[in-house]
């Protein structure tokens, strides 16, 4: 027979999912121990997002930062795959969240990945400087470890559609001025041109310039993010853009949207017409 008072039922309810995120009772919120009404028109979405996965507010110039790395990424057009999901789940009856829902779940390796590639490869080249590699070599030897676990197209570097993607800049010149100022380091925005130099070097001198997830990367890795939550911090951005797609769809209307126009027939490439065999 079991000896469990209500007092040890009660404190193993308790303890089924235990969390140092938030800490509730009948009329308190608690996010890491601030009271909520301390927090709302005080801390803004991207400081809280630091809150909520760091466990401490950042400061004012990191919250600015954060905040600019996740607004650049919220949209690239209904030919990101994630975004002409969200349309064509619109078309289908479901409501936003069903489409929300559809577009995130493609953010994998290849579509959502590659910043969280990016700030691995950039983290392996400073762990080599920090044992005492020549900062040249460690960022080859960082650059072909990438390469031999993602293959020839590095994450974080040139874009199919941008000759030069126009968020990069803008992000690394914040990056800049934020180092600047202190807020960060500046450590990893080095590398990652090192690196872009070493891609240009194997080129012939082609440059292959950084895109929006190797910047975003930067700034992830400047903030001391570890490389699986910028995955998860692009999905937070690229959650805004699939919103607004997928709510402009619902008001467009549209039933059943396909990748193409109905008129257009995909390449078929399979055996000629041929007719059924009798059976014996």
């Not at 779940?105 to 920090?130: C, F, K, P, S, T």
Request: proline share 5%; glycine share 12%; charged share 20%.
């Amino acid at each position: 027979m079991s000896t469990r008072t209500v007092e040890d039922v009660q404190q193993g309810v308790r303890d089924w999912w235990r969390t140092s995120i938030i800490d509730m009772a009948p009329g308190e919120i608690r996010y890491r121990g601030y009271p909520i009404e301390q927090l709302i028109g005080r801390v803004s979405f991207a400081q809280m997002i630091w809150l909520m996965t760091r466990g401490e507010l950042p400061t004012e110039g990191q919250g600015r930062l954060l905040d600019a790395a996740l607004m650049s990424a919220v949209d690239h057009g209904p030919q990101a795959p994630s975004i002409g999901i969200a349309r064509m789940a619109a078309t289908c009856g479901v409501g936003l969240n069903n489409a929300m829902a559809s577009a995130v779940n493609v953010l994998g390796d290849v579509h959502g990945g590659a910043g969280e590639q990016a700030v691995d490869m950039y983290m392996n080249i400073a762990a080599r400087i920090d044992r005492g590699e020549d900062e040249a070599a460690a960022v080859r030897a960082g650059l072909d470890d990438a390469i031999a676990l993602h293959g020839k197209f590095v994450s974080g570097f040139g874009h199919r559609f941008h000759p030069i993607d126009p968020r990069a800049p803008r992000l690394l010149e914040l990056v800049d001025e934020a180092a600047a100022a202190g807020h960060v380091a500046g450590r990893f925005a080095k590398i990652a041109r090192g690196v872009e130099a070493e891609l240009a070097s194997r080129k012939g001198g082609k440059r292959i310039p950084m895109n929006i997830d190797g910047a975003t990367a930067v700034i992830y890795a400047e903030l001391g993010f570890p490389a699986p939550l910028a995955r998860g911090l692009f999905c937070l951005s690229r959650s805004v853009g699939i919103l607004a797609h997928a709510w402009e769809q619902t008001q467009q209307g549209g039933r059943n949207k396909g990748p193409i126009p109905r008129e257009y027939i995909w390449r078929y490439d399979g055996p000629a017409q041929r007719e059924v065999p009798d059976g014996e």
